[in-house]
């Protein structure tokens, strides 16, 4: 046994090198650079989708393309955001943070870590394949029902919505996985002293994260599985004729959909308090209450569904139960903006673009919550839903509260890991150009939404031009805009720019900053020990 | 856990990660071409199916071989048990969202099919008691033919499998007590009974599947009981059969001298794995057998 073991150690720096280096890694930190690329990568190809979709909303009537091309490109717009974007960008954070943050040799499991990231490829082109064949004559184009796959429409509809399913189905295996590794992770392989209440509060975000995906990916695999059977082998869930209902599909989907918006979101609510308390120069304002926050927000998201069904009729006592269940979401997530804007409150701030972005977030994510509260009353989604006003909303929750908070992130912690300053000054017009071309796209939606524009159409009344004509304008600029984030990352890459300390930001605490910037291939081979 | 810090076990750089991948992308790809009519999906289909098995093979035999060559300590050993009953949650997760699809149908829509006003409704003779084909082949202003079919009784083979798949329970953690022990020849009876009452359920599902689609005019196709039905005991069955290729593998480590009293997580994980196939068919008996 011992000779088996130091013939191990003998061989453990034995890495292949080039494309097999990526292919076959087993390091948490190849893996966590591998998913973030994928998603900058993907966030592009899903951004100019959406620069499509506005440029085809630039004016009233039908210019660029077809309505069908048009329903597939929203579609897919979205399930590469949320899928092969933000999901991926978390993933990629955790596997690049957890494992120093929580002073682990590296993840627990790493070839499933790995076989984690390698599912993604796969799903993004199953995606977009659909695309291609209608090229060349196969099927008519990609899912075209939006990225909710609401029966029956979904049940009629052309072989895009069999790719998507199985898109899917990798992409749950993929995130399954990638929960499965964090989970253990966290509990198994922390350094000793490292109690879970002394755990950064980005891993105990991705914990609770990793809970809520474990319990509602496989209820949508299962949703999208009774999907494929309804399409193609004779069954009846989602059929009237047979004593099912398309209704079913919505809960299973809500089942899944509105705690995924948590899935988005924890990680940045995991990662905003360490920028916070980085440039402010202060601890972290109540850190208990940040975990409780975190557990109360992740429990109530499974049991308030339904809110994003108000309108297909539902017993009284149902629409009463799901808004105030709703509701009372805002009273943990009002503690965690009380604890963000108290970590701040008397600091010595400066603002470096990751403060920049953090405190920027703050008020646009907020916005994204106020405007949640009205649709989660009854009365009032009655007058908002399927309109202008829902698109405004999640926009602000997931791009401003979602994609912003990951490019936080990414100035926060790019010199950690690529060992290079980004340039602060591109990263402030980063920051300005995409906070204000943000306002300017989606502020005029919720005003479209409130005079009763539909959202999912590619063409509109007369009286909705003016405000569209400003948002497809702020659409391109914001778009333009990420064109400084991906140049600043790929020089920090290159090795451009200055050489970063191992702690470039004066307040930032946690293990990650004891370790050299870029950290060693393999950091914490000897845990440190946490008093 | 200090002590043991520098020895967390970290696999060298492997490629099946990311050969399963192209395997379960191809078999996706054949699958759907397959469904939709496109001859090359078969072939895919079966291309990416060989991948699939060759990973299987390959990265299973090299965890073996890892774990007889004690790679994996306590500490090892302690990240694949959180990790294999996080993966038995999920798989909780996956079979409530087709319980939960029976609950729908049979507590919400098909009493509310069977409660419109009958003036207003295609469905006016539809009565909505269970087991039901739904209202579906019913014309407005002719006579209704409910679609005929015979609902599966609980007390016949179902109560059956029920015993069987009980008993194995306890044969299981018989061969347990045995590797316990060190006492081989018990882990070896309890494990190869356990496989065989598996494959006894399988055997006695089979039939049970090929009675209803051939005399009892129940199918896939036979609404919402139908759907659930067969989709329900269709999932527990593969996940009967994966349970049993397991054991079957662990049976033959058994056989080589794999495992000690103190090291066998392998069999430990297997052996949760058949008790939540267990625990899954009992709702199953309850929930759609009997009431
Ligand atoms: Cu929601």
Redesign the pocket.
């Known amino acids: 046994m011992t000779t088996a073991a130091q013939a191990h150690e003998a061989h453990h720096d034995h890495h292949p090198t080039g494309i097999m280096r990526w292919l076959t890694t087993t390091n948490h930190k190849d893996i966590g650079t591998m998913y973030l690329v994928f998603a900058l990568i993907m966030f592009m190809v899903g951004g100019a989708m959406a620069l499509a979709v506005r440029a085809e909303l630039f004016q009233p009537g039908m210019q660029l393309m077809r309505p069908e091309f048009f329903n597939q490109l929203i579609g897919v717009h979205a399930l590469i955001m949320i899928f092969a974007a933000l999901m991926p960008a978390a993933t990629g954070f955790a596997n690049w943070l957890i494992p120093l943050q929580i002073g682990a040799p590296d993840m627990a499991l790493p070839r499933l870590n790995n076989w984690g990231f390698w599912l993604l490829p796969p799903a993004a082109i199953l995606l977009t394949l659909p695309f291609i064949l209608a090229l060349f004559g196969i099927g008519d184009g990609a899912i075209a029902t939006g990225w909710t796959f609401y029966a029956p429409l979904s049940v009629q509809e052309g072989i895009g919505v069999d790719f998507a399913i199985f898109a899917v189905h990798l992409l749950g295996i993929s995130s399954v996985m990638g929960s499965i590794n964090i989970i253990v992770t966290i509990f198994n392989m922390r350094a000793p002293g490292m109690t879970m209440m002394k755990l950064p509060l980005f891993a105990w975000g991705w914990l609770i994260t990793a809970f809520l995906l474990i319990a509602t990916i496989p209820v949508l695999a299962g949703a999208v599985t009774m999907l494929l059977t309804d399409r193609h082998f004779g069954t009846h869930f989602f059929n009237a004729a047979g004593g099912g209902d398309p209704i079913l599909f919505q809960h299973l989907f809500?089942f899944f959909?509105?705690p995924e918006?948590y899935i988005l979101l924890l990680p940045v609510w995991g990662f905003i308090p360490h920028i916070l308390s980085a440039f402010s120069r202060k601890p972290t304002y109540g850190y208990k209450a940040q975990v409780y926050s975190f557990w109360a927000i992740g429990i109530l998201s499974l049991v308030?569904?339904a809110?994003?069904v108000f309108t297909v009729g539902m017993p009284v006592p149902a629409l009463l139960y799901f808004m105030y269940s709703?509701m009372s979401i805002s009273l943990p997530l009002a503690v965690l903006f009380f604890c963000w804007i108290a970590t701040m409150w008397r600091g010595a701030m400066s603002f470096e673009t990751p403060m920049l972005f953090a405190t920027g977030w703050i008020i646009l994510f907020g916005i994204g919550g106020l405007t949640g509260l009205v649709l989660a009353d009854v009365a009032a989604d009655a007058q908002y839903h399927h309109s202008y006003f829902v698109v405004a909303h999640f926009h602000y929750t997931l791009f401003a509260g979602g994609m912003m908070g990951m490019m936080a992130g990414t100035y926060f912690w790019l010199p950690k890991m690529t060992g290079r300053m980004y340039s602060e000054k591109l990263g402030k017009l980063h920051f300005w150009l995409t906070a204000i071309a943000f306002n300017l796209t989606f502020m005029p939606q919720f005003f479209l939404g409130l005079a009763g524009m539909p959202r999912r159409i590619p063409d509109y009344a007369l009286q909705f031009a003016e405000f569209n004509m400003i948002s497809s304008i702020g659409a391109f600029i914001l778009g333009l805009s990420q064109l400084i984030f991906v140049y600043n990352i790929v020089s920090c890459i290159r090795g451009q720019g200055e050489k970063a300390a191992d702690k470039p930001w004066e307040g930032a605490e946690g293990l990650e900053w004891t370790l050299s910037s870029p950290p060693p291939y393999h950091s914490f081979t000897v845990q440190p020990v946490v008093k | 856990m200090a002590t043991e810090a520098s020895h967390y076990y970290v696999p060298n750089p492997s490629l099946y990660p990311f050969i399963l991948s192209v395997g379960l992308l191809l078999m996706a790809a054949g699958f759907i071409f397959n469904i939709n009519h496109y001859a090359v999906g078969l072939w895919m289909l079966l291309l990416g199916f060989l991948c699939v098995l060759y990973v299987l093979f390959g990265w299973f035999g090299s965890i073996i071989d890892e774990s007889e060559s004690g790679k994996y300590k306590a500490w090892e050993d302690r990240s694949f048990r959180i990790g294999m009953i996080v993966f038995i949650s999920s798989e909780v997760a996956f079979f409530a969202a087709f319980f939960g699809a029976l609950f729908y149908m049979r507590n919400i829509s098909v009493p509310e099919l069977a409660s419109f006003d009958p003036n207003f409704t295609m469905y006016k003779d539809f009565l909505g008691t269970w087991p039901t084909a739904g209202p579906g082949g019913m014309v407005l202003g002719m006579e209704y033919k409910p679609p005929q079919f015979t609902p599966m009784a609980a007390w016949g083979i179902p109560a059956l499998n029920t015993l069987i798949l009980l008993s194995s329970g306890a044969t299981v953690t018989w061969a347990h007590w045995g590797l316990l022990k060190d006492n081989r020849r018990q882990l070896v009876i309890g494990l190869f009974l356990t496989i065989a009452l598996g494959i006894l359920f399988l055997g006695l599902q089979a039939y049970e599947y090929h009675h209803a689609y051939t005399e009892m005019g129940l199918t896939l196709g036979t609404g919402a009981y139908g759907a659930t039905f067969f989709m329900l005991t269709g999932f527990h069955g593969f996940h009967v059969t994966l349970g049993t290729i397991m054991l079957i593998v662990i049976l033959l480590r058994s056989m080589k001298g794999h495992f000690r009293p103190d090291h066998h997580f392998a069999f430990e994980g297997v052996a949760w794995y058949w008790h939540f196939v267990d625990v899954v068919w009992l709702l199953l008996f309850v929930l759609v057998y009997w009431l």
Do not use: F, N, Q, R
């Open positions: 809500w959909g509105h918006v308030v569904w809110h994003h709703t």
